[in-house]
T-cell receptor, first 112, second 114 residues
């Protein structure tokens, strides 16, 4: 059974600082890894999908890296802004199905 | 702007009542997922469908939960009878049938069972 862990559980940084969010998974036989953002009381917004054949994926100030062999992914957010305050979750589908296993998330607070 | 839609957004009901939640997946997507989110358990998969056929509902309490896709544009999740422990946010997500494709989530239905 895939176990996904996100460290740290919470992070508070001043505006402008770069954010580094970590995600680890136990079963390296993954097809992809997806990063989501969730604002309080809202649904999940897909940020980046990184395929198993890729080492990184970029979208604007966001960059996600993937190291399948070590079971790790890192989400970098450059030059953080107060609007980046949210909970960030990573998720991976099972090796035999599409079920996403989610980490518990990292709650980010960017202080103005 | 293609989105997954869910209704109702909020539902408050009394224990024992039937609850029906609806989801409209993104047009063209052929997989639909139902998730439940609670503070204690985080996000859990309840059921998923491909081409309207249920592929896995092992995450659902079978005695009270049921999920269906009457057509390609509508998925339903029903709880009968509801219990206070069912209070949670229920999300629907849709995607394409390819393991490399993304899942897109709806805004969720916040259910409170009194």
């Amino acid at each position: 059974k895939q176990e996904v862990t996100q460290i740290p559980a919470a992070l508070s940084v001043p505006e402008g600082e770069n954010l580094v969010l970590n995600c680890s998974f136990t079963d390296s036989a993954i097809y992809n890894l997806q990063w989501f953002r969730q604002d309080p009381g809202k649904g999940l917004t897909s940020l980046l999908l990184i395929q198993s054949s890729q080492r990184e994926q970029t979208s604007g100030r966001l960059n996600a890296s993937l190291d399948k062999s070590s079971g790790r992914s890192t989400l970098y957010i450059a030059a953080s802004q107060p609007g980046d305050s949210a909970t960030y979750l990573c998720a991976v589908p099972g090796s035999n199905d599409y079920k996403l296993s989610f980490g518990a998330g990292t709650t980010v607070t960017v202080r103005a | 702007d293609a989105r997954v839609t869910q209704t109702p957004r909020h539902k408050v009901t009394e224990m024992g009542q039937e609850v029906t939640m609806r989801c409209q997946p993104i047009l063209g997507h052929n997989t639909v997922f139902w998730y439940r989110q609670t503070m204690m358990q985080g996000l859990e998969l309840l059921a998923y469908f491909r081409n309207r056929a249920p592929l896995d509902d092992s995450g659902m309490p079978k005695d009270r939960f049921s999920a269906e896709m009457p057509d390609a544009t509508l998925a339903t999740l029903k709880i009968q009878p509801s219990e206070p422990r069912d209070s949670a946010v229920y999300f629907c997500a849709s995607g394409q049938f390819m393991r490399g494709n993304e899942q897109f989530f709806g805004p969720g239905t916040r259910l409170t069972v009194l």
